[in-house]
């Protein structure tokens, strides 16, 4: 199914391809293939949803087999998140199609739901009686751990089951165990990582249970969780198998024969043997009605950060503009707060020191980030650290980077580091809204002047000196920040007016532009991103990277949807007093802020040319998003980058530029459905995975192809446009001295 398959999904997502193809040649009416959004959580204060392969295999099947009629595919949505009621909508609205009526499908949901509760009921019986037989067993009894699609499939497993029971020993899958009570590590917010993580910890202390964790090459969340089962199992020796189509049983074979002998040393040596983790005791605390503080857990000590010089609130650099201007807002706050530098390759080996490297780009630049801080001289033993990390609740991993750093910091022994999070379910509004105002300002403006920095390096006559100009004006916004921010249009009118000053070598309207889209963090990481600018200026083209206000405004749109959700769950004649219709009311309001806010700086900067147009309607961009790429239940950067970059060409654009970490859930699924939709419309378009070193040659070869293409696109270009003219100057991110 390799012929099918339009990006580097995991071995799983490669055995739906082949089944479904198989589906399809036995000329079967039907293909079900829902989107599996999530399920009943069995945590109270996080979603248990689906990752994002898995929730998009309908909508990317649907590209990968464009010969099969829509209408062959079954594809409810299934979510349980607002109860039964609202689960069975989507099944309701499916078996209408097939001519049954709402009663007889109610009817059908309701049975088969009882159905697969008695089903989960006697899988824990056998669970309970599963534990108990291997408590008493003289043989070691030995825990499958993975997912049901590759841990008890036999297109996927390997047969690894059956390989421990033919030497003698007895198996569990780990979904019948009784684990729902036991604790985890928080935001914990996969379906199957929470199984997973509970039958962990539940198994921990069981002398003769040991597990073997079944993963797949490339299998984002096993990145992080794997870490985590690691430290739930301490001492305890457990197998992971990582299984992809390529994977010799041989090789299986020889790891089994190796964690069985292990086994048996451990039980007859090291039972005894008991592990203590390291914890400062230091934890942020955010509770309405309170001031932000740090309370010592240990001395019961409450320390203020506002107006505190021992504090200090470090955050990562995500793009140095917006960063920096962060940086100066909160200053001016009254928190202590430095934005670390750009991040190089230096930083990145750091965080590799302590990672598998399985894990994605961002989570290695921020932690590179912050350990190199730490042992940098700035680095003071009477001072406490506050690491900000945003994160979400899924489906993506950046929601487990907070998880993973509190834990890597307990093992490094940091005595003087916390982690704070916000969230980007609530659009990122902990901190109150003075800091949600002044923090919109900062990112609206930094991504303009992000817009007229790479615009500047493509149209500038002398780009090193345009640079050199426009970083003397940046130092100037700084100052401005750090007394009220929202006071900046009259400076952003001179700097505006400076920057039209600088010669030009070319219009930027004259130039084809590229719209960089993908994953938030290394599409706006100058570290990550700059070197793609640097090939675009030097061949004339304006690389437009996509805004991070994008992805409030999405984040926006996603809160908004969901209280609508949860607002018609309510009778129609209680809705107007329910806190959703207050919590819609109050987001007009503040979207109609942000709106107007980016209006009048956009017009400011505006008058420089050097500010590309781009779609920022999102209710536009979603839209296109539901017609060409994915419903609306899948809340990713899948759906808004699908959805901007089908609009940007749509408007004028020649291009896109799908970017995102090595491994990626979020790039591989954009690719899988955008590139096939942009290859019948005969639009430029490249997936590039980074994975912080410098482009490789093949990937250089197909840029160049791909900026030809994008050249030739709008009729502005032909091969010897490409050939580098002798004198031309660019510049990169990296060799500025910022200060």
Known sequence: MFARVESSYCFPAEIAHGAVQDIFNRKIDYIFLPHFRDMESYETIAPANFCPITQSLPYYIKKAFPEIPDEKYLAPVVSFMYGIEKASESFIAMAATLGFPESEAKTAFNIAYEKQMECFARFSELGKQALDAARQAKRSVIAILGRPYNSFTADANMGIPRKYTSRGYSVIPFDILPFEDQSIYPNMYWYYGQQDMKVGTLLKNEDNIFLTYISNFSCAPDSFMLHYLKWIMGTKPFLILELDSHTADAGVDTRIEAFLDIIEGYRSKLTNIREERYDNGLRFINNPGEVIHIKND???????????PRIKLLLSNMGRLSAELVGATIRGLGINAETMPVPDIYTLQMARNHASGKECLPS????????????????RKDEIYILFVPTTTGPCRTGQYFVFYENLFKDLRLENVVVFTMDSDNSYTELGPQFTKYAWWSVVIGDYMKDV?????????????????????????????????????????????TISQIPLARKMNDCPKVLIVGEIYVRRDDFAVDELIQQFSKHGIVGKVSSVAEWFYYCDFVRHYELKKKLNLAPWYRRIFTREFRDIINWKIEHAYKKNVEKNIRNTLSTTGLVPHTPHDMQEIMKN??????????????????????????????????????????GRVIEGLFTPWARERKYPAISIEIDGNLLPPNVLSKLEIFMLNVKRFRGKGDSHSMVEQDGARSVAIDHKIIR
């Open 298 to 308: 240990i001395t019961g000590e409450k320390i203020p950060i506002k107006n505190n």
């Open 364 to 379: 290695h630049l921020v932690l590179g980030s912050a350990l190199k801080y730490l042992s940098s001289e700035k680095y």
């Open 453 to 497: 920095e790479t615009s500047l390096r493509t149209c500038a006559a002398d780009p090193i000196e345009a640079i050199k100009m426009y970083d003397q004006i940046w130092q100037k916004m700084l100052g401005v920040a750090e007394k009220d921010i929202t006071r900046v249009l009259p400076e952003l009118k001179d700097i505006a007016g």
């Open 625 to 666: 998003t539901e017609k060409h790429f994915v419903g609306l239940e899948l809340h990713s950067e899948i759906s808004v980058s699908s959805g901007v970059a089908a609009t940007a060409m749509m408007d004028g654009y020649s291009g896109i530029v799908n970017i995102s970490p090595f491994a990626c859930l979020i």
